[in-house]
């Protein structure tokens, strides 16, 4: 990675490679170059999978990730280092802006946005139209904040039947030209919803966008653009992009594409130095001895037959069947440790944003889930059988443009929720390469980017994750593809992903007998604390009962949450 500041205020982005454990934020005023595979020739040719262009009804649109600084502050926002403001930068003759972009100024600068080009033909009905005027929305020329100078916002006004799709910013209080941007057309845009915030300042923010229905057949695009609110608190005044051609699959990898995406992206997982619990394949579950109990013949549980041939497939999840460990206990007790050596990633690519994403979702199994450990204030405090369940079903998510290939995020799930996480922000392993690493935290097998401590609850009471990186190592690269509904046949998916009952029974035993176990040991103060921040966990984190598998999960079919 070569790092360089600018002299002037043209900054590039690039998302994928070799790139560095952030420890501490860096100047957004800095460079990086990092090695990305080439859209044009990379790639396994077939198909419009990172031609560069998408065609979204009439409407090209082309992701633009060189920019312009506009204008910066250098306080609040995260960590309470600013945010700035920026203009894409070497858009292809023809296309045009349909926003700024901004991004907080703890993190490097990494993003897009989309532009666009009219090419419906129509001259009655174009995609595009030029905005008829502006509406100022903020300026910040009297706030007595650390800032380059005052800094402008305004709100396009679309005409009849057209939509802005974000804000123009400008460092004079006079009204940008009305060919800075473009409008479209209504059939071609979305509703959006805010996402995270990137700044505020009084009655004054600014958050990120997203399209409102995200996932395998919404048709919303993200344009990543963002939103200036002045003391409201309706939903946003722009609009996000529509897929308007029915065929939202036309730009995904076909089946020789997500091999090669795969031998680039795909991630290393870090177990625990000290984890006893080891993800397998599923097919060496079933082989060695897991059973199929069913309600009210729970004395003649199954055998599974090897891919789960012989399980309910009718798609109901009523507490009839669950699955559970050899019933003898020497055999139950080497199951429950796993087996590294067959174990595998079950991958699921689906489209994501219209069409112009797409997302390879890198599902692991274990055989069981350890019991979870509690800090409270200074103190480490095992929680019995809190936490223990049979089956765990763990996942990351790769995302990647379907403009260029490039990886853009990686969402690591962490129990019942979970976060995305830019390429910039993420480990990547160690010699060159595109490949991410991430770690699975002890006992419990959450995701997470980087080694350390991670509380579920607040800093000083609540469940730990620890991660930590050790000899360990599952690469995900050893992957078998289970499903991707876009290719029709092409894939086939095997019996067990469509068994929607538990992969594990429920556990038969008292949080509040767990819980009391441990909380003679604490003074008063803590052991409500601790019991309060208990119950408010999902029964996914106490164990309760066993989890249902990756396609009953709602992010199957919809988007990571």
Same mark, same amino acid.
């Given at each position: 990675?070569?790092?360089?500041?600018?002299?002037?205020?043209?900054?590039?982005?690039?998302?994928?490679?070799?790139?560095?454990?952030?420890?501490?934020?860096?100047?957004?005023?800095?460079?990086?170059?990092?090695?990305?595979?080439?859209?044009?020739?990379?790639?396994?040719?077939?198909?419009?999978?990172?031609?560069?262009?998408?065609?979204?009804?009439?409407?090209?649109?082309?992701?633009?990730?060189?920019?312009?600084?506009?204008?910066?502050?250098?306080?609040?926002?995260?960590?309470?280092?600013?945010?700035?403001?920026?203009?894409?930068?070497?858009?292809?003759?023809?296309?045009?802006?349909?926003?700024?972009?901004?991004?907080?100024?703890?993190?490097?600068?990494?993003?897009?946005?989309?532009?666009?080009?009219?090419?419906?033909?129509?001259?009655?009905?174009?995609?595009?139209?030029?905005?008829?005027?502006?509406?100022?929305?903020?300026?910040?020329?009297?706030?007595?904040?650390?800032?380059?100078?005052?800094?402008?916002?305004?709100?396009?006004?679309?005409?009849?039947?057209?939509?802005?799709?974000?804000?123009?910013?400008?460092?004079?209080?006079?009204?940008?030209?009305?060919?800075?941007?473009?409008?479209?057309?209504?059939?071609?845009?979305?509703?959006?919803?805010?996402?995270?915030?990137?700044?505020?300042?009084?009655?004054?923010?600014?958050?990120?966008?997203?399209?409102?229905?995200?996932?395998?057949?919404?048709?919303?695009?993200?344009?990543?653009?963002?939103?200036?609110?002045?003391?409201?608190?309706?939903?946003?005044?722009?609009?996000?992009?529509?897929?308007?051609?029915?065929?939202?699959?036309?730009?995904?990898?076909?089946?020789?594409?997500?091999?090669?995406?795969?031998?680039?992206?795909?991630?290393?997982?870090?177990?625990?130095?000290?984890?006893?619990?080891?993800?397998?394949?599923?097919?060496?579950?079933?082989?060695?001895?897991?059973?199929?109990?069913?309600?009210?013949?729970?004395?003649?549980?199954?055998?599974?037959?090897?891919?789960?041939?012989?399980?309910?497939?009718?798609?109901?999840?009523?507490?009839?069947?669950?699955?559970?460990?050899?019933?003898?206990?020497?055999?139950?007790?080497?199951?429950?440790?796993?087996?590294?050596?067959?174990?595998?990633?079950?991958?699921?690519?689906?489209?994501?944003?219209?069409?112009?994403?797409?997302?390879?979702?890198?599902?692991?199994?274990?055989? &069981?889930?350890?019991?979870?450990?509690?800090?409270?204030?200074? %103190?480490? #405090?095992? *929680?019995? =059988? @809190?936490?223990?369940?049979?089956?765990?079903?763990?996942?990351?998510?790769?995302?990647?443009?379907?403009?260029?290939?490039?990886?853009?995020?990686?969402?690591?799930?962490?129990?019942?929720?979970?976060?995305?996480?830019?390429?910039?922000?993420?480990?990547?392993?160690?010699?060159?390469?595109?490949?991410?690493?991430?770690?699975?935290?002890?006992?419990?097998?959450?995701?997470?980017?980087?080694?350390?401590?991670?509380?579920?609850?607040?800093?000083?009471?609540?469940?730990?994750?620890?991660?930590?990186?050790?000899?360990?190592?599952?690469?995900?690269?050893?992957?078998?593809?289970?499903?991707?509904?876009?290719?029709?046949?092409?894939?086939?998916?095997?019996?067990?992903?469509?068994? &929607?009952?538990?992969?594990?029974?429920?556990?038969?035993?008292? %949080?509040? #007998?767990? *819980?009391? =176990? @441990?909380?003679?040991?604490?003074?008063?103060?803590?052991?409500?604390?601790?019991?309060?921040?208990?119950?408010?966990?999902?029964?996914?984190?106490?164990?309760?009962?066993?989890?249902?598998?990756?396609?009953?999960?709602?992010?199957?079919?919809?988007?990571?949450?």
């Amino acid at each position: 990675m070569e790092n360089s500041t600018m002299g002037s205020n043209c900054l590039t982005t690039c998302c994928t490679g070799n790139f560095f454990k952030k420890k501490k934020s860096l100047p957004i005023d800095t460079i990086f170059k990092l090695p990305v595979p080439d859209a044009n020739s990379s790639w396994p040719q077939g198909g419009n999978f990172a031609s560069g262009i998408i065609d979204l009804g009439g409407l090209q649109v082309s992701q633009i990730s060189t920019f312009n600084k506009v204008w910066g502050t250098y306080g609040g926002g995260p960590d309470n280092q600013g945010f700035t403001m920026f203009e894409a930068s070497g858009i292809p003759q023809g296309f045009f802006m349909l926003g700024s972009y901004c991004q907080p100024n703890n993190k490097p600068l990494f993003g897009w946005v989309l532009v666009a080009k009219d090419v419906s033909k129509s001259t009655s009905n174009p995609t595009l139209k030029q905005p008829i005027d502006y509406t100022l929305v903020w300026n910040s020329a009297s706030m007595k904040i650390n800032q380059d100078g005052p800094i402008y916002v305004w709100l396009p006004t679309a005409p009849d039947g057209y939509k802005a799709l974000g804000h123009v910013v400008t460092t004079t209080p006079n009204k940008p030209s009305f060919d800075k941007i473009r409008c479209v057309r209504l059939d071609l845009t979305d509703q959006c919803e805010t996402s995270l915030l990137i700044w505020e300042s009084g009655s004054f923010n600014v958050y990120d966008v997203r399209p409102s229905n995200r996932g395998i057949q919404a048709p919303g695009v993200r344009v990543g653009t963002f939103v200036a609110q002045n003391g409201s608190t309706e939903p946003p005044s722009i609009a996000c992009l529509k897929n308007n051609t029915n065929a939202i699959p036309k730009y995904m990898p076909n089946l020789q594409q997500i091999k090669a995406i795969m031998q680039v992206y795909s991630p290393t997982m870090c177990l625990h130095p000290d984890e006893e619990y080891l993800p397998s394949s599923v097919d060496w579950f079933f082989s060695n001895g897991a059973l199929l109990y069913e309600k009210g013949q729970e004395s003649n549980p199954v055998s599974i037959a090897p891919n789960g041939t012989n399980l309910p497939q009718d798609h109901n999840n009523d507490g009839a069947y669950w699955l559970d460990l050899p019933s003898d206990a020497a055999n139950k007790e080497r199951v429950k440790k796993g087996d590294l050596q067959s174990a595998k990633s079950y991958v699921h690519v689906k489209p994501m944003l219209g069409g112009t994403f797409t997302d390879i979702a890198m599902w692991v199994f274990y055989p &069981f889930n350890g019991p979870s450990k509690a800090k409270v204030e200074f %103190i480490n #405090v095992k *929680l019995g =059988k @809190i936490g223990e369940h049979v089956g765990d079903w763990e996942h990351v998510t790769l995302r990647v443009s379907n403009f260029n290939g490039e990886l853009w995020q990686v969402y690591f799930s962490q129990h019942s929720k979970g976060a995305w996480v830019d390429s910039s922000q993420i480990e990547f392993q160690s010699g060159g390469g595109n490949k991410p690493l991430y770690y699975s935290s002890l006992h419990g097998h959450a995701s997470y980017p980087h080694a350390g401590l991670n509380m579920q609850g607040t800093d000083n009471i609540g469940i730990r994750n620890d991660t930590a990186k050790g000899d360990k190592m599952m690469d995900m690269g050893a992957f078998e593809l289970v499903s991707a509904e876009y290719l029709g046949y092409a894939v086939i998916e095997p019996p067990w992903l469509n068994y &929607f009952r538990e992969w594990g029974p429920k556990i038969d035993y008292s %949080i509040d #007998v767990e *819980l009391k =176990k @441990i909380e003679k040991f604490l003074p008063k103060n803590l052991k409500d604390a601790l019991e309060k921040i208990m119950r408010s966990l999902p029964s996914e984190v106490l164990g309760e009962e066993g989890p249902t598998g990756p396609k009953v999960k709602n992010n199957w079919i919809g988007d990571e949450v």
